[in-house]
T-cell receptor, first 115, second 113 residues
Framework: EAQVTQNPRYLITVTGKKLTVTCSQN?????MSWYRQDPGLGLRQIYY???????DKGDVPEGYKVSRKEKRNFPLILESPSPNQTSLYFC??????????????FGPGTRLTVT | KNQVEQSPQSLIILEGKNCTLQ??????????LRWYKQDTGRGPVSLTI?????NTKSNGRYTATLDADTKQSSLHITASQLSDSASYIC????????????FGTGTRLQVTL
């Protein structure tokens, strides 16, 4: 089944404790992206990747890191999480860049709470 | 500054009725405009993708329209079902931004008996 998977689905952590949220897709998509969703603010893009070893900042990249060493994986790293990073995170992938008519597939989400 | 505005913020309709959701955008020029459906706590699911030159696109009971002159799009839902209860998000892909999207904050639709 074609899908985007994220792990963990739920995570409660403390301020400053490094964490990684994994994202994997099995559709051989070139484009992958991370978003966060907060009440009243909608979805905001954190980072995106056009292909292996090619990443770029979205609208809210501060406090996050990403890597794209393999085509299928795009982990999101929070080196020193803070409470303002408490949010619902989504990974997404598409066959090509979003300037083109490529459908974007979202993962199930990771709910992160930083205390 | 949010460049994609959606209205209404929320809407309650009876099952079987039709409804129309609005999206006004200031993003220009743009490559495409998308509508997503998002169930509570789940990832968005694509409904339609329209390029700037398209006027309408359908997906089953969902029909999206686009008026590039007035910078408005609408999503019409026909014969609503309880399963249509969700948030509907309008998204615009600006031209020349490599690969970013500008999201609206969504319309929360509730379909009741």
């Amino acid at each position: 089944e074609a899908q985007v998977t994220q792990n963990p689905r739920y995570l409660i952590t403390v301020t400053g404790k490094k964490l990684t949220v994994t994202c994997s897709q099995n559709m051989n998509h070139e484009y992958m992206s991370w978003y966060r969703q907060d009440p009243g603010l909608g979805l905001r893009q954190i980072y995106y990747s056009m292909n292996v070893e090619v990443t770029d900042k979205g609208d809210v990249p501060e406090g996050y890191k990403v890597s794209r060493k393999e085509k299928r994986n795009f982990p999101l790293i929070l080196e020193s999480p803070s409470p303002n990073q408490t949010s619902l995170y989504f990974c997404a992938s598409s066959l090509g860049g979003l300037a083109g008519p490529y459908e974007q597939y979202f993962g199930p989400g990771t709910r992160l709470t930083v205390t | 500054k949010n460049q994609v505005e959606q209205s209404p913020q929320s809407l309650i309709i009876l099952e079987g009725k039709n409804c129309t959701l609005q999206c006004n955008y200031t993003v220009s020029p743009f490559s495409n405009l998308r509508w997503y459906k998002q169930d509570t706590g789940r990832g968005p699911v694509s409904l339609t993708i329209m390029t700037f030159s398209e006027n309408t696109k359908s997906n089953g009971r969902y029909t999206a329209t686009l008026d590039a002159d007035t910078k408005q799009s609408s999503l019409h839902i026909t014969a609503s079902q309880l399963s249509d209860s969700a948030s509907y998000i309008c998204v615009v892909s600006p031209t020349g931004t490599a690969s970013k999207l500008t999201f609206g904050t969504g319309t929360r639709l509730q379909v009741t008996l």
